[in-house]
């Protein structure tokens, strides 16, 4: 099989992108046992008073429930919580006007599945990249991917935060050294439409 294969993940690090982009075709993973303390439903992003990682709570994650099948849980008003966080984080940029009303409205759709939720998300960021790209899910889950076709190591933060990557703008680089490792709305929010020039640049 060489289409590669990516665990969905929340607003996913920059380092996701970059190695989607690269393909025409991928597949989502939604048949794999649900992995916590990844960024399948997490994502971290940069505030005045450094990283902030923003969770989406979940019902069934006590159980070995499949990906796809994993409910997101409402009992609190994280959305609104979540969006005051990247608003007070981002509101200085010099995209976040330019992005924020459409991305407010989808954000606030009320989506019952994490995967599908996160992979609207996807799609939006997609859009704003300019890239056509094929999303697919998997059918069933793939015990075994060919070399180089496995990327859901992906939303590991772990991985995320470990990548060696070229320098961007951040909103507090006036006050912090250059954090790696950040959800793609990091890059968005800075660079605008000349994202896609960094995420297409190789990065060793």
């Known amino acids: 099989m060489n289409t590669p294969v990516f665990a969905t993940a929340y607003f996913p690090p920059v380092i996701y992108l970059q190695e ?51 409910q997101i849980s409402f009992a609190q008003n994280w959305k609104l919580n979540h969006w005051r966080s990247i608003e007070s984080a981002y509101n200085r940029s010099a995209y976040f006007e330019f992005y924020k009303d459409e991305l407010k409205d989808l954000f606030f759709e009320k989506e019952k599945y994490l995967l599908v939720f996160n992979t609207k998300i996807l799609l939006w960021v997609l859009k704003q990249l300019k890239v056509k790209n094929n999303i697919n899910f998997t059918e069933d889950y793939l015990k075994s991917i060919e070399d180089g076709s496995d990327c859901k190591y992906l939303s590991s933060a772990e991985k995320a935060t470990a990548w060696n990557c070229k320098k961007y703008p951040q909103v507090f680089s006036y006050k912090t050294d250059f954090i790696p490792g950040l959800s793609c709305i990091d890059l968005l929010f800075n660079c605008g439409p000349d994202s896609i020039y960094y995420l297409q640049d190789r990065i060793g």
């Open 20 to 70: 989607l982009i690269k393909h025409g075709s991928v597949f989502i993973e939604a048949h794999e046992h649900f992995q916590k303390q990844t960024y399948r439903n997490r994502c971290e992003i940069l505030n005045a008073n450094g990283v902030q990682t923003l969770s989406v709570p979940l019902f069934q994650t006590h159980q070995k429930v499949k990906t796809g099948l994993v």
